[in-house]
Each structure stands twice: as C-alpha cells, then as structure tokens.
C-alpha cells in the first residue's frame, strides 16, 4: 500500500507541473479562441485530495475513504493535464489532441460524481443501512445520469444544447470516440433530464448526510462533524468567490484540498481537535465579517449615491470612498469590537476585564457578594452561558455562588492561593462559544486567580472575625477568673484576717494567750493570701521571665519537673533579652508544656530545649530520646494546646518522631516588625 500512496502523490504532482508548464506556454489569446481556461488550479486540487488520501492510505490501507481520495486526486490531475494538453497540442498540431479532449471533455463529467459517492460513504466507508441505504442508490444513479449522457452524447447535440459552435482548431478531432446514436430529439431531452437529475441527486446524498448525523455517536458524530465544518467553510469560500468571481481560479485547489485534509483528519483522528469549538468560531468569525461587510458596502453605497446627485459618477465614487475611509474608518473599527464583544464577551480587552474585576472586588460587602463578582465577570468577560465559584471553607462546609444553568458536562478549574487549593471554577464542558487562544488562557488564568485572592481575603476576614471574638471571649472569661479568685478565695481571706487580728486586739489584755492563737492564725492566712496572688501573678506572666529571662525560666521549670535519670540541657543565646512578652509568654507555655510530657510519658534519658532567633522569628526546639508517640495515638489536650499558643501568634508547632526513638517539638513563633522612623 505504501507503494500505491507514493504512486498516488508522485502522478498528481506530475500532473502538476506538466499543467503549469503548458499553461505558461499557451498564449492567452489562443487560450480565449479556444475558450479553455488555465488547468493549473485543478491540478492543485487533485494534488490537494491525493495527499491527505495517500497519508490515509498508508496509515489505513483498507479503508474505502482512503482509496476514495486518492482515486479522485487522480481523476482531477489527469483531467488538468488532458486540458492543458489539449490546448498545448491543438496549438502545434501534435499528437494526442483527440484523446485529451475525450478524457477533459467527456470523462471529466465524471468528476461530478466523486461528490455524492463521498458522501453516501462517509465516514465508514460502506452505504448506510435501512432506508438511507436506498437514498444512497437513488443519489448515485441521479448524479450519475449526467457523466454518462455526456460520455455517450454525439457533439453536434452538445453544442447545440450549449448554444456555441465547437471552435475551429479542434472541429478536425474525432469528437465522438464512444457516441450512442439514438432517435431525434431523445439526446436533448435526455441531456435536460440528466442535468435538472444532478442537483437533486446531490440533495439525496446531503439526505443521506443528514440522517447519518441523527444516528450517529461517539467517534463517527465526531467525523459528522468535521464534514460539517468542511462544508461550512466550502460555502463561505463560495459566497465570497461569488462576491469576488476574479478569486474563483485561486481558491480552486485550497478549497478542495482543505477538503481532502479534513476528511482524512476526520477518518484517522476525529479527537486531534475540539471541533465543537472550531465549529463555533466558524459561525462567530463568519456572521460578524459579514455584518461588517454588509455595513460598509450599505454605507459605502449610500455616500456614492447622496454624491452622485452633484458630481459625476466616476468623481462621486471616489470622494466616496475617501470620505467613507476617513469618517467611517475609525467607526468601523468600533463596530467591529462591538459586534465582537456582543458575541465573544470582553476577552479583546483583558486589562479592562481584570481591572473592573478587581474594582468590583472592592465594593463587594460579604464573600457571598465576592464569589458572585467572580462569577459574574468570567461570564460576560467569555460570554459563558453558565459559570460556578465554590469555595472551600476550613470547616469542611463549601461556599457557592453561580450564574446560568447547564444540562450538559462540565469542566473544572482549580482554584489555587500560593500552591493551596482554595476552591473551584465550573464552566460548560464545551468552554466559551469560540477556542479559547493563548491570551484568553492567560486572562482566565488572570480572572482565577483574583477568585483566590478573593477568597483568601474572605477567609482572612472570617479568620480574623473568629480572632477578635476569641480575644474578646478570652478576655472576659479572665476577667471572670480573676474576679471568682479575688471575691471567693482572696478577699474572704484578707477579711477573715482583719477580724482576727481585731479580735486578738481586743483579747490581748484580757487573755494574752488566746489573743496569741489569733494572730498565729492571722499570719497564716495573710500567708496563704500572699501565696494565691503568687499564683494569680504566675498565671498572668511568670514572674521567672522577668527575673530570670526566657531561657532562665525554662531552666528553673526544667529543673522542677526534672525526673530521676532524666538530663535536660537548655540553651539559650543572648537574642532572647528583647523579645516581646507574648512570644516571651507563649514560648514558655509550649516548652514547660512539652518537659511536662518529657518527664510524665517519654522515659527518656536526655532532654534538650534550643531557643534561637532565626529570621525574624523565635524557633524552638524541644528533643528528647524517649519512647517516642506510637502511630495511631490520639492527640491529647496538651499537644493541642501547643499549637493553639502558636497559632495566635501566627506561628506553628510541629511534633514529630523522627526515628524508632524519641520525640522533636518544633515551634516557630515570628516576631513582630519592629516600625522605622524617618
């Protein structure tokens, strides 16, 4: 097969050059005598349908559309070099004259049926089946009535139908090689039939085309597909051609070459391109260039005719135009991002769209205001009939804000705040209405990415929400605390030892020995008051840090909570002097918190505590070599509380058991910035 396909490729691009080499040498004037055009352009759009049919070919050498393609590549550049012979050899007597006529004349009606054959085929290869399966028969019998009435008609009937006689330079070649002699009068009526035959025979295979695409899915609704966007964009090249006749010679080979690729394309991999989207950007880009045509030949023509009242035609027609490219130019261009942004969304313009998102972001009162902005701007700024932003929160709960609906699958975009997912964007699984090209992934990329800012910035505003509530809770219920201890336990006391010592005065003459006991008593609880404000102290700030500083302090609470055969080391720079007191504080709850589990549960041998200033930040390092947290315990309330004292700060704590032995507690407690004066 892979002999067949370099065939194939190797006679179409023969054809080719013999094509354009005799066109070159035929004078046009000769060409006009003959009234034969140039053959090049057909022998383009054979080489255009043999390539992608030999590439088929090789690639699935048993598939029908494969030898399809290449034998119609043939058919088209063997009937460019029969013309371009014939014109070459008529004009120089040659040889071979009669049989190039035949071959362009009479057989190349039969490319007419490549058409309808392609079709009834598609994409299988084989003829529908049921009914479509008769459809097929009745096209291919009509579109075949009018190759072969043209093969077998005698010439005279031809160029009567035609209504010019057979120029002069070929009235001396045999014209009817394989002529059908019928009665008078059938061959016209015959050739009548078969011409008003073909248009409807190509209706039946568009049909059969049709019913085809109904039945179809998956892969073969796919190739369905792409032979819809062929023949689309096959009809938009017509309408301009029909705007523009003098194109209709170079946009030949291109359209059916463009054919022949997408074909192909289809039949070997349906899924190389989302031809969904292709499809929408064919009817987009389509309707707005001829919106813009319309206008400008309506306003183009309108000038020329409100002119052409004072001026001569020629004249009018050209201040016309200067006036409709200087006025109108600008508008134009206008009208274009008009017609554009009504159908695309705002995507031309991705600063406005970022920018309006992020001043909308602004005025937003509540995260569910935020979500709704986001949704609101990826819809209009893609034109997307539907658009969701979920946002995850840390309790598990999820936040959802959406605009539109969709019946269909969708397609899911992270959400994602310095490399933690945060949330999602839904959009419809077939995406904006046109392919999205690389400056509209960059601005979606852009618009998403303001989603998680919004997000992190909601998440902060509730962080922080809970915060002032935490701190306020908290400062109540110490205030509670400390007011319990003063009016239950402290003052009674201090007022129990004013009526002792009361008492003792006045028994102190009377009987020195009971007014004695009183003030025993007295001393004792003005003790025991002395130690509860000790304690009242010690909760509120530990005194140690203050006389003794931090590192001073662990070594004291080390040295009570110290077991027997335990060794703990602390070690402290001279950096930890200035440190603010709640880092102070919090640093000393986690290592008397974590020697507490040393001593209670670890049955380690050596503790090691590590206070160090390290990059704007108090770490903390409490090792030990004991039994270490077996896998699957249970977090306690201490290890809890050791995170919770570093999370206020904006810290972390971390606990871990790097080896079969012991246990690591990391804490990193950052230090505020310190302010500069100017």
């Excluded at 209405?433 to 601005?443: F, H, M, T, Y």
């Amino acid at each position: 097969m892979k002999k067949a396909a370099v065939a194939v490729v190797a006679v179409s691009v023969v054809a080719l050059v013999v094509a354009s080499v005799l066109d070159l040498a035929v004078p046009s004037a000769y060409r006009a005598e003959i009234d034969s055009d140039t053959a090049w352009n057909a022998a383009l759009a054979g080489l255009g349908l043999a390539v992608p049919g030999a590439l088929l070919l090789h690639r699935m050498p048993r598939h029908p559309i494969a030898w399809l393609l290449c034998l119609a590549g043939t058919h088209w550049s063997l009937d460019a070099a029969a013309c371009s012979w014939l014109t070459y050899s008529s004009l120089h007597d040659l040889p071979g004259a009669s049989t190039s006529f035949w071959i362009y004349q009479r057989l190349g009606a039969t490319l007419m049926v490549w058409v309808p054959l392609l079709l009834v085929l598609y994409p299988a290869g084989r003829l529908p089946d049921g009914r479509w399966r008769i459809a097929a028969y009745v096209s291919l019998t009509l579109s075949a009535l009018m190759p072969l009435a043209v093969l077998l008609v005698p010439s005279e009937v031809a160029q009567g139908r035609a209504g010019v006689p057979m120029p002069e330079p070929l009235q001396e070649l045999n014209l009817d090689p394989l002529t059908l002699p019928l009665p008078d009068g059938w061959w016209p009526a015959l050739l009548d039939l078969s011409f008003v035959a073909l248009p409807f025979g190509m209706l039946v295979a568009f049909a059969v085309v049709a019913g085809r695409f109904r039945g179809s899915a998956g892969e073969d609704r796919l190739r369905m597909r792409w032979l819809l966007w062929a023949a689309i964009v096959n009809l938009l090249v017509v309408g301009g051609v029909q705007t523009v006749p003098e194109l209709s010679d170079l946009a030949l080979g291109p359209v059916v070459g463009f054919t022949g690729v997408v074909v192909a394309v289809a039949i070997a991999r349906p899924r190389l391109l989302d031809i969904d989207r292709l499809l929408g950007s064919t009817f987009v880009y389509a309707a707005l260039a001829a919106t813009v045509l319309v206008v400008d030949a309506s306003v183009l023509a309108l000038t020329g005719l409100l002119l052409g009242q004072s001026l001569p035609e020629r004249d009018a027609a050209v201040v016309a135009l200067l006036l409709v490219s200087i006025g109108y130019g600008p508008l134009r261009h206008r009208l274009w991002l008009l017609s554009r942004r009504l159908v695309l969304g705002r995507r031309d313009d991705p600063y406005r769209v970022v920018a309006g998102l992020a001043e909308q972001l602004e005025r937003s009162r509540s995260e569910e205001d935020e979500l709704l902005t986001v949704a609101s701007a990826v819809a209009s700024a893609f034109k997307s009939r539907f658009v969701s932003v979920e946002v995850d929160r840390p309790d598990g709960s999820r936040l959802i804000a959406g605009l539109g609906t969709v019946a269909g699958e969708t397609t899911t975009l992270p959400i994602s705040y310095r490399g933690e997912p945060v949330g999602r964007v839904i959009l419809p699984a077939g995406g904006p209405r046109v392919a999205l090209s690389p400056q509209d992934e960059r601005l979606l990329g852009d618009m998403v990415r303001q989603a998680a800012i919004a997000a992190r910035h909601a998440h902060l505003l509730r962080e922080l929400q809970h915060s002032r509530e935490q701190i306020v809770t908290a400062r109540e219920e110490e205030r509670r605390r400390l007011r319990r201890d003063l009016h239950d336990g402290l003052g009674p006391m201090l007022g129990g030892v004013a009526l002792r010592i009361e008492a003792a005065r006045n028994l102190v003459g009377r009987n020195p020995g009971e007014a004695d006991k009183l003030l025993k008593q007295a001393r004792e609880d003005a003790g025991t008051a002395v130690a509860d404000v000790r304690r009242l102290v010690h909760d509120l700030r530990p005194p140690a840090l203050d006389d003794v500083g931090l590192a001073g302090a662990v070594r004291q609470q080390a040295a009570r909570l110290r077991a027997p055969g335990l060794s703990v080391t602390v070690d402290g720079g001279d950096d930890l002097e200035q440190l603010p007191a709640a880092v102070e504080v919090a640093a000393y709850r986690i290592a008397s918190e974590a020697l507490t589990n040393v001593a209670r549960h670890a049955s380690a041998s050596i503790c090691r505590v590590r206070l160090e200033v390290v990059d704007g930040a108090l770490e903390l390092e409490v090792t030990d070599d004991g039994a270490g947290i077996p896998a699957g315990t249970p977090t306690g309330v201490g290890l809890v509380s050791l995170r919770e004292r570093a999370a206020e700060l904006g810290g972390e704590c971390r606990i871990e058991c790097p080896g079969e032995r012991g246990t690591v507690v990391r804490a990193r407690l950052p230090l505020p910035v310190p302010a500069e004066v100017s």
